[in-house]
């Protein structure tokens, strides 16, 4: 499995951006996909998932109600549409995917994930 995130950039306060992460291979929707996120000299942090076949989504506390994971399995693909973006949104985006079916505080977790997207920047300005 490969995964390819794209859709990064500067934008300012308040702003939005949507990140795409297009996944190789046939069975995607058999996966849980999920969102983390790393500012310089941080460690690696969740953001959010969404669980197999379009179903139960899940926030760290600080996005909820700004940013929306959803994924589009014809295309395999999942977004995370990120708006009224902060400061300390800024840092690199990673996709991520799992093929196994841990409980959902699992999937908070890095460890859960055994392939990872290249990252994508996202800078927001002050």
């Known amino acids: 499995v490969q995964l390819q995130a794209s859709g990064g950039g500067l934008v300012q306060v308040g702003g939005s951006l949507r990140l795409s992460c297009a996944a190789s291979g046939r069975t995607f929707s058999n996966y849980n996909m999920a969102w983390f996120r790393q500012a310089p000299g941080k460690e690696r942090e969740f953001v959010a998932t969404?669980?197999?076949?379009?179903?139960?989504?899940y926030y760290t506390d600080s996005v909820k109600g700004r940013f929306t994971i959803s994924r589009d399995n014809a295309k395999n693909t999942v977004y995370l549409q990120m708006s009224s973006l902060k400061p300390e949104d800024t840092a690199v985006y990673y996709c991520a995917l799992t093929r196994s079916t841990p409980i959902v505080s699992a999937l908070y977790s890095p460890g859960a994930y055994e392939y990872w997207g290249q990252g994508t920047l996202v800078t927001v300005s002050s």
């Open positions: 969404i669980q197999r076949s379009g179903g139960s989504t």
